[in-house]
């Protein structure tokens, strides 16, 4: 770990020997005043200004959670991008906590976060989350607690998550975030998070223990909680713009502190931004300001706060120079190299709205990425589009994509859903967006959702047509836990959540968005499914590598038995593939293993290779129990819509 920062040094406000220091960086301000509420109105404290541009107060008789903000003057010339104005108080960019329109100083004692599981990357499956709305239906959680950092911390939460299988728990934004006014005006809220007020405070909203400090400890149990269950914390980090929006949006922090320090202003008028995340502004990467608290940022969760990793929001507006996206950008390669997040896990959704927006698989180690890739071929494939080449190439880890950066197939995050989009049970049972919800005439969100065939659109009471959607769900994620690389499932696609085709959201704080954690026969079957697919992967070190599948590794086979050849990898009559794993190639040596897909609509009989083999998951079935309870050799039946999991059984010796 690197040494900690000298409070002489940090910014925010800190407490030492009894006197609270208080440091913001504004290379453009005239003036900036400590404000402290006093009966009423405000007592100002003058901060000085250093050569570095840093300004600085020590103000004693300080405690936690006194609340403060800054006044900061300046020139109002739109036409440079200076936007100061006095007359409104800004928040802390560095402040520990929120609380409504102060920031809050907080003094806490360094809290233990329990031991790092430190899952190998290899070895990780990413459950990804809302704080708020995994808990707030938990007919266990107490009242007081759903919704919040303590409910997800709750036993019963942790036995939920540690059954389900999942190594790590990826929570959409914990960093305090606004509402935009927009939404507000609709009568509705920025439920997602993705819209960063402070990159230093648990969002406030979710502690039960309140907004004056209480919401550090409590993520801080949390963490801890998580950590003695096995269980690493991902967050979800948005660098790459803040709740400030538009030039037009009245400023809170940044804008009025030292707006050019901040954002990345537009060339050819400085009074505007160059967006590249279609949130109204983008945080400059090229400017020391950003990228010393980035790092800053990601230390303290780290290193005071407990975290295991971060997946980084529109991660490409973070790795961008004036003239395009760059792998070995200052930014990346800085927060690649910190000592401080030595074995942290670094994810990035390799993508955002400028030029040249998409990056799957260009993010240097150690960084791991999105694989967009997989979640588009394979949700073809089980439409029954695509041909077998395409199957195989995504089972086998995407090599062509992961392959020239050097990171192997633990650099790809794979994925058939996420929270942008449909959830599993909504993707195969829905053609069309339904998002009339959102207040926005039903033009967010993705365009459209390419045709299933799955019957009619939406809620059915057909069984055939709910089995028909049921086997492509399982299949879906068989495919997702078969293949290389490191999966990532959305909380609730395991029990088949829907948000009734609402594949956008982001501003649905209530039972659209919220985990309904109650079980019908259908739902349970399917999260039985669930449980046996990821206690399959765990006990299949074949299934967990950290290097691509080489021809020692594995053969591909036709449903006649014989290795696939150069016509039929390209045939789209072809819908059926098999995947040998040559259990020799691992250490110790495994029992070979043979993963049968099927992603048509009609059962193909498949010739096993000759031996005898254990059937471990049928996807046909609802709960993916094996298909047959007794040793299967020669010819077994591969059902439409399937996927089919085999180990070969040991050779007995004769006497």
Request: with cysteine; charged share 25%; aromatic share 8%.
């Amino acid at each position: 770990m690197s040494a900690p920062e000298r409070t002489s040094d940090a910014l925010g406000a800190h407490v030492r020997d009894g006197r609270a220091h208080f440091a913001v960086t504004s290379h453009h301000a005239e003036s900036v005043d400590l404000v402290l509420p006093n009966d009423g109105g405000e007592r100002h404290v003058p901060l000085a200004r250093a050569a570095d541009g840093v300004w600085r107060a020590t103000v004693a008789a300080l405690r936690h959670g006194q609340r403060y903000g800054y006044r900061v003057a300046g020139p109002h010339d739109p036409s440079r991008g200076l936007l100061f104005d006095s007359s409104r108080r800004m928040h802390d960019p560095y402040a520990r906590a929120f609380d409504g329109d102060w920031s809050v100083l907080v003094d806490l004692p360094r809290q233990e976060t329990g031991t790092r599981p430190r899952t190998p990357m290899a070895d990780t499956v990413i459950y990804e989350s809302h704080v708020r709305g995994l808990t707030r239906r938990h007919p266990e959680v107490p009242p007081d607690l759903r919704g919040t950092y303590a409910g997800l911390a709750h036993p019963a939460v942790i036995r939920e998550l540690v059954a389900l299988g999942v190594t790590a728990v990826q929570l959409m934004p914990v960093h305090e975030h606004r509402t935009e006014a927009a939404i507000a005006a609709r009568g509705l809220t920025n439920y997602w998070g993705y819209s960063t007020l402070g990159f230093f405070a648990p969002h406030g909203a979710y502690a039960a223990a309140g907004a004056r400090g209480g919401q550090v400890s409590e993520f801080r149990s949390m963490v801890r909680t998580l950590h003695d269950a096995g269980l690493e914390v991902i967050l979800d980090v948005v660098f790459n713009h803040t709740c400030e929006g538009g030039p037009d949006v009245p400023p809170v922090a940044f804008r009025g502190i030292d707006n050019p320090s901040w954002y990345w202003l537009a060339a050819d008028d400085p009074a505007h931004y160059h967006d590249t995340t279609g949130c109204g502004n983008t945080l400059d990467p090229e400017s020391p300001v950003v990228r010393r608290m980035v790092l800053d940022s990601l230390r303290y969760w780290v290193t005071e706060m407990g975290v295991d990793g971060f997946r980084f929001d529109l991660a490409v507006s973070l790795g961008r120079h004036r003239t395009g996206f760059d792998p070995g950008h200052p930014l990346l390669v800085a927060m690649a190299a910190d000592p401080a997040l030595e074995g942290v896990k670094l994810i990035a959704e390799p993508w955002d709205l400028g030029p040249g927006g998409s990056q799957v698989g260009r993010f240097p180690p150690p960084f791991a990425d999105h694989n967009g890739i997989f979640r588009d071929e394979v949700r073809e494939l089980w439409r029954g589009h695509g041909t077998m080449g395409m199957l195989a190439g995504r089972l086998a880890g995407g090599e062509d994509a992961y392959g020239p950066s050097g990171r192997g197939p633990a650099g790809a995050v794979n994925l058939v859903t996420a929270h942008d989009g449909f959830t599993l049970a909504d993707l195969v049972a829905y053609d069309h967006k339904h998002n009339a919800a959102n207040l926005e005439g039903n033009l967010d969100g993705e365009s459209h959702n390419r045709s299933w065939n799955s019957g009619a659109e939406g809620p059915s009471d057909d069984p055939g047509i709910l089995e028909l959607r049921d086997r492509r769900a399982r299949g879906l994620l068989a495919t997702l836990f078969t293949a290389v690389g490191v999966p990532m499932i959305v909380a609730g696609d395991e029990r088949l959540r829907s948000q009734g085709g609402n594949n956008n959201a982001y501003c649905q704080d209530n039972p659209v968005s919220w985990m309904d954690w109650t079980l019908d026969e259908r739902r349970e079957a399917f999260l039985t499914f669930a449980h046996r697919l990821t206690a399959l992967r765990a006990g299949e070190p074949l299934l967990r590598r950290d290097r691509f599948l080489s021809p020692r590794d594995v053969t591909w086979l036709a449903p006649d038995g014989t290795e696939m050849n150069g016509d039929g990898w390209n045939d789209p009559g072809r819908r059926a593939l098999g995947m040998l794993l040559r259990g020799r190639a691992v250490r110790p040596a495994r029992q070979d293993l043979l993963v049968l897909v099927n992603v048509g609509p009609h059962a193909v009989p498949f010739t096993l290779p000759d031996a005898a083999f254990t059937d471990l998951l049928d996807t046909a079935r609802p709960d993916g129990a094996p298909g047959a309870t007794a040793p299967v050799a020669g010819t077994v039946a591969l059902e439409g819509w399937s996927v089919r999991v085999l180990r070969r059984r040991r050779a007995t010796r004769s006497r």
